[in-house]
């Protein structure tokens, strides 16, 4: 084989590896996908976006969610030609798709890498199964990556990504803000050689407007209406014990996020389970984020993205909300992303004084690098194993129930409203009367009406007043959407209080991943 060809075999053997990698996902994930029963935090997305008149109205409903408008602008288009939110996952798992073709075809691991990478915890489940915002970040951070490389003569196209990226959700909007500085930080350290880049201030100038323009116009849609109640505060006092309860399930989750062995597994951390572990863990992560961050060192643009992001996401886990491992995955997503974009540069001698820090040499990190992705991908089939044989959320079961027995046209009454909310979604215009909001709707609204009502609206003897209330004021039965069964003790307070009417019990439904998305249904019947 001549130097010529070997080359041209090489870019051959990745284009194939690339689809045979993606093939094996999608064949995976579609499996996977009619599989998994939606909870309420997808479901929420597709209502918002069902439920929403107009655009207008669907950004002022999104404002209480805390997160920007571009995964539920994709959505809506969806919710007018289809009728079941199944659609969605078939967007989301394009998108995961996409993602990984991406990291198959153009990142520069190794190909026994990429195949760890693919399928691992949260690319492979997390952010593919399970359908939310957060793949939509990670496609648009890989197609940043991928463009880095070009970013002198391709500059809008990372300024366009950047912007669309900031607009995901609010991690998005950190790795956005890192990302930008990133590429200002490498035109100070580069500019002694932009001629060789045809460089043009005006163009660059102009791409950096358009990612400003991003980053503001997600920080203005993340501003929460006045009476939005849902995590309004900020937490800006240091308390190293909070910091400690922060940091370590956050660390630990994102690069260990092999769950408990059980049917309860989704938002579990093996590595956490007990103290001694949890220490043991979270010493062997920092040693190898210390190692992996040394190894950057003569590479420093891309020390600064795994830098800034890691902190920059730390920061809001700590002040704003401590988060769960899905969050927690962008901490490794960042990774995955400095890798990426110090392949664009060369090895730079670094300060006398940085030498002394000890590192280890690129083969052992690189052996390092393949144990935590190994460690990823016995997570992320356990995840799968398990989404795939037990139920996870238990609201289309319900749902179903309630079409077959032609109970979707009654009042149905939604005891916790994020719990029914749930089911709520997978009917179709149907709405649930939700006691502690004292309204109608499917979504759940995050308001000050909302709140004022209080916890006592939700427990089950306040629920079932109000659908006592309303079955005596009404012509229709009235259906309970309830997420435990009612105690004995009710039975009297209908009777005394409600003669002639009678409470049944129609199902129940347990047994699933998302504990809290069991229910029982009852019918108040005359």
Same mark, same amino acid.
């Given at each position: ?235 800006? !006092? @240091?308390?190293? &014990?909070? +910091? /400690?309860? #922060? *940091? ?7 690069? $260990? ?37 040394? !190894? @950057?060192?003569? &590479?420093? +643009? /891309?020390? #600064? *993205? ?7 996401? $730390? ?38 004084? @940085? ?172």
């Amino acid at each position: 084989m001549t130097s010529a060809q070997a080359p041209l075999v090489k870019q051959r053997d990745n284009v194939l590896h690339s689809f045979l990698l993606t093939s094996v996902f999608v064949v995976c994930g579609a499996l996977l996908i009619t599989h998994h029963e939606m909870w309420r935090d997808e479901l929420e997305a597709w209502m918002l976006a069902r439920d929403s008149v107009n655009i207008l109205d669907l950004f002022a409903n999104v404002k209480y969610q805390g997160h920007p408008g571009l995964w539920y602008l994709l959505v809506m288009p969806l919710t007018r030609i289809f009728s079941t939110p199944v659609s969605m996952q078939y967007l989301h798992l394009a998108i995961s798709t996409l993602s990984i073709y991406i990291l198959a075809r153009y990142s520069p691991f190794t190909c026994f890498q990429k195949t760890l990478l693919v399928f691992n915890y949260f690319l492979f489940y997390e952010y593919s199964v399970i359908s939310r915002m957060y793949a939509l970040a990670v496609l648009l951070i890989f197609i940043v990556c991928t463009f880095y490389q070009r970013r002198y003569d391709r500059p809008f196209t990372i300024a366009i990504s950047l912007f669309l990226l900031s607009h995901t959700d609010v991690f998005g909007l950190i790795a956005s803000i890192v990302l930008c500085a990133a590429l200002v930080l490498d035109w100070f350290l580069e500019h002694s050689r932009r001629y060789e880049f045809k460089f043009s201030l005006q163009t660059y100038g102009g791409a950096l407007l358009v990612i400003l323009i991003g980053v503001i116009t997600a920080v203005v849609q993340l501003q929460p209406p006045e009476d939005s109640h849902y995590l309004s505060g900020w937490r800006f !006092s @240091l308390d190293s &014990r909070e +910091i /400690a309860h #922060v *940091v370590y399930p956050a660390l630990i989750g994102a690069y $260990l996020p092999v769950p408990k062995f059980e049917v309860h597994f989704w938002g579990t951390e093996l590595f956490a389970s007990n103290r001694v572990v949890r220490h043991i863990s979270f010493i062997g992560v920092m040693i190898f984020i210390y190692l992996f961050l040394r !190894s @950057l060192f003569n &590479r420093p +643009i /891309a020390a #600064v *993205v795994f830098l800034g992001c890691s902190v920059g996401f $730390l920061s809001f886990f700590y002040t704003k909300h401590p988060g769960h491992i899905r969050h927690h995955g962008f901490l490794f997503i960042s990774l995955i992303a400095s890798v990426w974009i110090a392949a664009s540069y060369k090895k730079i001698r670094i300060p006398t004084f @940085l030498e002394r820090f000890p590192r280890v040499s690129d083969a052992n990190m690189g052996r390092l690098l393949n144990v935590v992705l190994s460690v990823h991908v016995v997570a992320g089939l356990c995840a799968a194993y398990f989404d795939y044989r037990y139920v996870f959320s238990n609201a289309m079961n319900v749902a179903e129930f309630i079409r077959k027995n032609d109970l979707q046209d009654e009042l149905i009454v939604g005891h916790r409203d994020y719990q029914a909310s749930a089911v709520a979604g997978y009917l179709q215009s149907t709405k649930f009367y939700y006691p502690i909001g004292r309204r109608f709707g499917s979504f759940v609204r995050l308001d000050e009406k909302r709140w004022l009502e209080g916890e006592e609206a939700m427990e089950p003897n306040a629920v079932l007043e109000a659908a006592l209330s309303l079955s005596a004021n009404g012509s229709r039965q009235v259906v309970l959407v309830l997420d435990q069964p009612l105690i004995a003790e009710f039975q009297p307070l209908i009777a005394e209080s409600h003669s002639g009417r009678s409470i049944k019990k129609l199902a129940e439904f347990t047994g699933a991943i998302v504990s809290d998305e069991n229910y029982s249904i009852y019918e108040i019947v005359k």
